[in-house]
């Protein structure tokens, strides 16, 4: 019997629009209210843009953030950090600098930019909104989008503004690049470092946590806090990021949408993110729980 369901959001929980479905909410609220399973969320965003999308359906659950780095509540409480050390991010960003790669790094309030017109472009595309949208957010002078962006982002600053600190320490560095060379000799440097864990979201990205940060070791921490074995733990996603806990769950299940090398790495493939296929999962899972 499953009691915990932990899920992705991008290419997941969220459809084509990058939104929870009223479908794929009504069936988590089913699930929360007639079943004893736990839902749970386990993502690379951080907790402001999880957030924002999980209330406007208004779910609350506990969520697994930044793969792992940062772990809350339902009702947004911090309960576990695991953090970059702070001298291997700068050498890391030192090492970056060199290249011609767009990076960015996330810390408890702040997101630092290395090349802020190619995040401007890239959240414009993201948050389908106009380039002059987004800029008049990061400028302040709307309202509306800037409230959007903050919410999503927290704080975005130039990366010569970073200080790291323990009260502010990097969570999560991403890389992205359309050169798929470029982001292979940039994986090989980062495989120098035993203290990280290296994947990714997308083909054009790089993701690097803590090597403690990682969504599978979150959920089976989790898991075991609360007296579940691992088999009775279900995992659901579609990226390299996602690897870790579908390999450690007996109830495993990648995306239809997912890369065929992640769909190898699960027991069971869900319909497509552009179909609700978490909503039809979990609404199996609610009519077996009902038998």
Known sequence: ?????????????????????????????????????????????????????????????????????????????????????????LSVIQYLDTLAIDYAVSTPNNYY????????????????????????AADGTDEVTNAQLLAHYGDVKPITEMELTKENPALKLLLFSSNADLLSQVRQHLSNFSDLDVTSSAADNIEVTHINAQKGLAVEAYAKSQGYTLDEVATIGDSLNDRSMLQMAKHSYAMDNAPDHIKAMAQNIAPANTIDGVAIILEQLIAEYAK
């Open 113 to 136: 930019v290395a090349d802020y017109e190619g995040f401007i472009k890239r959240i414009a595309h993201f948050m389908n909104v106009s380039h002059e949208e987004v800029l008049a």
């Open 1 to 89: 019997m499953i009691k915990l369901f932990a899920s992705d959001m991008d290419g997941t929980l969220l459809n084509e629009n990058h939104v929870i479905s009223d479908r794929t909410a009504a069936a988590i609220k089913k699930l929360q209210e007639t079943t004893d399973i736990e839902f749970i969320i386990a993502t690379g965003r951080s907790f402001k843009s999880a957030s924002v999308l999980t209330q406007a359906q208004d779910i609350y659950c506990r969520m697994i953030n930044l793969n792992g780095a940062s772990i809350h509540e339902k009702d947004g409480t911090l309960t576990d950090s695991n953090p970059l050390l702070t001298d291997t991010v």
